[in-house]
């Protein structure tokens, strides 16, 4: 008697196909939860910290150089209290201060989520995060009012401040996060028709293998 095998041939090209398929389920699941890949997010990331770490340097300098100024008004500890002395001082100046209040922090609005290059994030709790981290700055700052000179504390600008933060947040973020989805959603129907498969999707498993047998032969 002699032994023959029957079947059992796995096709390594189903397996690296297999691998291909996994590969591309990873990436889309780097993507479905929110960092969106390639080397265009990691140029908007990078230049989004850069710009960020520019600003806060430049309201560093802005708000805590010392000031040489003859004499200065008291702290105001008092919230809306400053505002409306402003609007009692008339229209355009009134306009000029408030301004300068609500733009000085307004672009971490921006900034800040751009730094953090996330995409599908809840849009009320990326609102939240950013305008408290605004908070968080504008109240870091009149903390060290306090100890340079000619500086006074105004407990509006802390209203303002984080105020033009969500401002800025609501003009520019949502949009722009809503026009990064639809370029990425371009172009993974336009690659050759592939797209990344998400965590929903099932693999193929390609063929599936038989078990060898040994048969006998007469």
């Given at each position: ?22 590969r591309r389920c990873v990436y ?191």
């Amino acid at each position: 008697m002699r032994l023959q095998r029957r079947g059992g041939r796995i096709d390594g090209r189903t397996h690296n196909g297999g691998t291909d398929r996994a590969r591309r389920c990873v990436y889309g699941v780097v993507q479905r939860q929110g960092s969106f890949g390639g080397s265009a997010t990691i140029r908007i990331r990078v230049t989004g910290g850069v710009l960020l770490v520019a600003h806060l340097a430049l309201v560093a300098w802005l708000t805590l150089r010392p000031l040489h100024v003859p004499w200065v008004t008291p702290p105001n500890l008092h919230p809306l209290a400053g505002i409306r002395g402003d609007l009692a001082l008339g229209g355009r100046e009134a306009a000029r201060r408030i301004g300068e209040g609500l733009a000085l922090l307004a672009p971490l609005g921006v900034l800040l989520p751009t730094a953090h290059g996330r995409l599908a994030v809840s849009p009320l709790a990326s609102l939240l995060r950013t305008a408290a981290t605004g908070a968080l700055v504008s109240l870091g700052i009149v903390l060290l009012q306090t100890g340079v000179p000619g500086r006074v504390v105004d407990v509006d600008s802390l209203l303002l401040n984080t105020a033009g933060v969500v401002l800025a947040h609501l003009a520019v973020v949502p949009t722009g996060r809503a026009w990064l989805r639809r370029r990425d959603a371009r172009e993974d129907t336009g690659a050759g028709g592939e797209r990344p498969v998400t965590v929903q999707e099932e693999l193929p498993q390609g063929r599936t293998p038989t078990i060898p047998r040994v048969g006998i032969a007469p």
